[in-house]
């Protein structure tokens, strides 16, 4: 239970015990904050293998995309930024990333639909892209863009 609070899923309430915690608009707006400044920090320090797993993820999520599973799509795009986390080489970025991990797939779950699966997909390989030229600017500028472009529709998705 206790993790539960933690990670966000659940709220202890006076007198009426732990209830499921709400993820409104006002609790996706702070993620997306939260997200934009810490996730354009990690795509800067991938390997080889870093990049070929990112391949792997993206390849997974277009063929999930393309034949209409959704919800394995939507796994797949937070194991692709899970992934990004990892490649940054920070500790403390990871260790700071790896409790929003579940609100993070909440959230995907609660606003994607089929309509956003084509850019989602195209943005992570612009993104990565510029993670394998080594383009450290361009990465974070993609990230944020990437972040900040989910937003609206997300807000819009949970009811704004």
Do not use: Y
């Amino acid at each position: 239970m206790q993790r539960l609070e933690q990670e966000g899923f659940l709220t202890v309430q006076a007198r009426r015990g732990a209830v499921v915690a709400e993820f409104g608009p006002t609790e996706a707006e702070h993620f997306f904050a939260v997200r934009e400044s810490l996730e354009a920090l990690a795509a800067q320090h991938a390997t080889p293998a870093d990049l070929k797993s990112l391949e792997r993820i993206l390849a997974r999520t277009r063929k999930a995309a393309e034949a209409g599973r959704l919800r394995e799509t939507v796994s797949l795009n937070a194991d692709f930024h899970r992934a990004i986390v990892e490649l940054s080489g920070n500790p403390l970025l990871q260790d700071m990333m790896a409790p929003l991990d579940g609100r993070l797939r909440r959230l995907f779950r609660l606003t994607s639909g089929p309509e956003s699966t084509s850019p989602m997909c195209s943005e992570h390989e612009q993104l990565l892209a510029a993670i394998r030229s080594r383009d450290p600017q361009a990465a974070a500028d993609l990230a944020r863009r990437h972040v900040a472009g989910t937003r609206p529709f997300a807000l819009t998705a949970l009811g704004d």
